[in-house]
T-cell receptor
Framework: DVKVTQSSRYLVKRTGEKVFLECVQD?????MFWYRQDPGLGLRLIYF???????EKGDIPEGYSVSREKKERFSLILESASTNQTSMYLC????????????????FGEGSRLTVL | QKEVEQNSGPLSVPEGAIASLNCTYS??????FFWYRQYSGKSPELIMF????GDKEDGRFTAQLNKASQYVSLLIRDSQPSDSATYLC??????????FGKGTRLHILP
C-alpha cells in the first residue's frame, strides 16, 4: 500500500520564522511534488523533483525552496515565513511516466496545514 | 503559463442523473490527463486517467478526451450522494510535471 507521509498535520509559525515541511514516500517513486491548496485557487505547483538533487520550479516557487537528498524524502523550506504563505501544503509522489506509460498517478500525503501569524 | 481551466460550480445534479464535468487545457503538447476526486478535508484521489482521444469507461465513470479541441470531460452515470465532492482535472504538461485546474464542486441532490 502506497504511503506518502507528511511530518506535520498542523503547524503555527510566526512571520519571519524558517519552516521545514517534510515528506517521505515508501514506493520508490522517482517524482515528488509540493503543491499548495487555497480556497478558490485549487492546487498550485510549487516545486517538482524527478530525481535525487534535481528540482524544477512550478508555478509559484517564490518564497520557497526544496531539498531532495534521498529518493524517498522531499522537503519544502520557507526561508522566512510570511502571512500569505498560510495554506494547506500537499506533498505527492509518482512513478516516472516515461518508465511506466500507463501510470503517472499522483499519490498524496494527508497535507500540512500551515498558519503564519 | 500553461493552464487548466474548469468551472468552479457548484454543479447540482439530481441523484440518478448524469453529471458532466468539463476541463480545457492550454498546452497542446500535453499527453496525459487525469481526474481526481477530493472530499472535503481529504487529499485528492485518482478516479480516471486518459491518454488517447475518445472515451474511456470505468464503471459509472467515463472520461472523454479531444486533443484537437484541448478538452477533457468526465461523465458520472447514476450519480450518488457519495459522488458529492470537488473534481480536479490534472494535466501532465512536460516531463511528468502535473498541474491542476481549480476544481469543480459537484453536489448530488437526494
Amino acid at each position: 500500500d502506497v504511503k506518502v507521509t507528511q511530518s506535520s498535520r498542523y503547524l503555527v509559525k510566526r512571520t519571519g520564522e524558517k519552516v521545514f515541511l517534510e515528506c517521505v514516500q515508501d514506493m520508490d517513486h522517482e517524482n515528488m511534488f509540493w503543491y499548495r491548496q487555497d480556497p478558490g485557487l485549487g492546487l498550485r505547483l510549487i516545486y517538482f523533483s524527478y530525481d535525487v538533487k534535481m528540482k524544477e520550479k512550478g508555478d509559484i516557487p517564490e518564497g520557497y525552496s526544496v531539498s531532495r537528498e534521498k529518493k524517498e524524502r522531499f522537503s519544502l523550506i520557507l526561508e522566512s515565513a510570511s502571512t500569505n504563505q498560510t495554506s494547506m501544503y500537499l506533498c505527492a509522489s509518482s512513478f516516472r511516466e516515461t518508465d511506466s506509460p500507463d501510470t503517472g498517478e499522483l499519490f498524496f500525503g494527508e497535507g500540512s496545514r500551515l498558519t503564519v501569524l | 503559463q500553461k493552464e487548466v481551466e474548469q468551472n468552479s460550480g457548484p454543479l447540482s445534479v439530481p441523484e440518478g442523473a448524469i453529471a458532466s464535468l468539463n476541463c480545457t487545457y492550454s498546452d497542446r503538447g500535453s499527453q496525459s490527463f487525469f481526474w481526481y476526486r477530493q472530499y472535503s478535508g481529504k487529499s485528492p484521489e485518482l478516479i480516471m486517467f486518459i491518454y488517447s482521444n475518445g472515451d474511456k469507461e470505468d464503471g459509472r465513470f467515463t472520461a472523454q478526451l479531444n486533443k484537437a479541441s484541448q478538452y477533457v470531460s468526465l461523465l458520472i452515470r447514476d450519480s450518488q450522494p457519495s459522488d458529492s465532492a470537488t473534481y480536479l482535472c490534472a494535466v501532465n504538461v512536460e516531463d511528468d510535471k502535473i498541474i491542476f485546474g481549480k476544481g469543480t464542486r459537484l453536489h448530488i441532490l437526494p
